[in-house]
């Protein structure tokens, strides 16, 4: 049973504009919540996190969004860039153990 | 380099084969992590190891899935009789502690798998 969700597969924004990726979950035990980002044939790079008692963190063009009562985070980018284009995974952890989506695969449109 | 390093970056064998997949962790590194993502799916958790504690197995599919570290570093995955299922990316992962909250996890560039 999949506890994390990316039900959009694929994403495509023009260069500039924002990037708005969108991730679900079922389990009320998760504390923390991550965003890595993964290139074709490389191994998944850590973007940035958010812990549970909070509803928001930024770091520069990235800000994580978490919404408890829904269960949803959400990961915005702005100004999305080409070089953003890569596939974003939404994580959850709990106990330790980390619980990943699907991806989704963003493309930046110059 | 300084990052998790992962050997084979690819292997092709045969079913009912064994293999043995490597991962190097960032050295002082406690935490290690070994996850597989099969085509079009999420990576799925497979064994955690914390330091010298008795690793957590729980996300292993079956007992021809077996892994180990030693010294605290290196950790070899071990998949008997292999079958084209096991057909995926094994990725490794490892952080300086295990509770997320101050260390995100660092990965491997993972190990192609294909079963044929």
């Known amino acids: 049973d999949q506890q994390v969700k990316q039900n959009s597969p694929s994403l495509s924004v023009q260069e500039g504009r924002i990037s708005i990726l969108n991730c679900d979950y079922t389990?009320?035990?998760?504390?923390?919540f991550l965003w890595y980002k993964k290139y074709p044939a490389e191994g998944p790079t850590f973007l940035i996190s958010?812990?549970?008692?909070?509803d928001k963190n930024e770091d520069g063009r990235f800000t994580v969004f978490l919404n408890k009562s829904a269960k949803h985070l959400s990961l915005h980018i702005v100004p999305s860039q080409p070089g953003d284009s890569a596939v974003y995974f939404c994580?959850?952890?709990?106990?330790?153990?980390?619980?990943f989506g699907t991806g989704t695969s963003l493309t930046v449109i110059p | 380099g300084a990052g998790v390093s992962q050997s084979p970056s690819n292997k092709v064998t045969e079913k009912g084969k064994d293999v043995e997949l490597r991962c190097d962790p960032i050295?002082?590194?406690?935490?290690l992590y070994w996850y597989r993502q099969s085509l079009g799916q999420g990576l799925e958790f497979l064994i955690y190891?914390?330091?010298?504690?008795?690793?957590?197995k729980s996300g292993l599919p079956s007992d021809r899935f077996s892994a180990e570290r030693t010294g605290g570093s290196v950790s070899t995955l071990t998949i008997q009789r292999t079958q084209q299922e096991d057909s995926a990316v094994y990725l490794c992962?490892?952080?300086?502690?295990?509770?997320?909250?101050?260390?995100?996890?660092?990965f491997g560039d993972g190990t192609r798998l294909s079963i044929l």
């Open positions: 992962a490892s952080s300086l502690v295990a509770t997320p909250a101050q260390q995100p996890q660092h």
């Open positions: 389990n009320s035990m998760f504390d923390y």
């Open positions: 958010i812990s549970s008692i909070k």
């Open positions: 994580a959850a952890s709990a106990q330790n153990q980390f619980y």
């Open positions: 050295s002082g590194h406690t935490a």
């Open positions: 190891f914390q330091g010298n504690s008795a690793p957590d």
